[in-house]
């Protein structure tokens, strides 16, 4: 996993609802993270296809242009970014929508309204902060 060229390690986050957008941000660049934030599927694609991989990603599932789980698959194909940890941050509460983001390569899924510390927890599993 690619971080920036700081001591911080990367974030991008794909969320469409402003107020949870800026939330997000807030939250892990609180935490220690250069956070990158989307509001749709094809930013999120442009960034996807030519930016060095983060070190985590939280994807919303249900975005403009492209869905969260398109962008978790182009994500996974995408050179450099095959191992990237992505937590899926969705209203879409339901067993298949969870079952079919962890078959298509999420490694958590956070339904909304979440937590900000269970968020930041989950995140903690995957890559920690150092500063």
């Known amino acids: 996993m690619a971080e920036d060229s ?13 107020h949870i957008g800026h939330l997000l941000k807030f939250m892990l ?5 250069a956070v990158t934030l989307a509001t749709d599927g094809r930013a999120a694609q442009a960034h996807i296809e030519s930016q060095p991989a983060p070190a985590v990603a ?5 975005l403009p242009f492209m ?3 398109g962008l978790l698959a182009l994500l996974r ?4 970014w ?8 969705t209203a879409k509460a339901q ?15 956070i339904v909304k309204p979440f937590k900000p510390e269970e968020l930041l ?11």
Do not use: C, T, W
């Not at 700081?6 to 402003?18: I, K, R, T």
């Not at 194909?77 to 450099?80: H, I, L, N, V």
């Not at 095959?82 to 941050?89: D, F, K, N, T, Y």
């Open 6 to 18: 700081g001591s911080q390690p990367a974030a991008l986050v794909v969320e469409d609802d402003e």
């Open 29 to 33: 660049e609180r935490a220690g993270y």
């Open 58 to 62: 939280l994807l919303d599932v249900m």
């Open 67 to 69: 869905d969260g789980l």
């Open 77 to 80: 194909k995408q050179a450099g």
């Open 82 to 89: 095959e191992s990237v940890p992505v937590i899926m941050l």
């Open 95 to 109: 067993e298949r929508d969870i079952a079919r983001a962890l078959a298509a390569g999420a490694n958590d899924y």
């Open 121 to 131: 927890a989950r995140l903690r599993r995957f890559d920690p902060p150092r500063a």
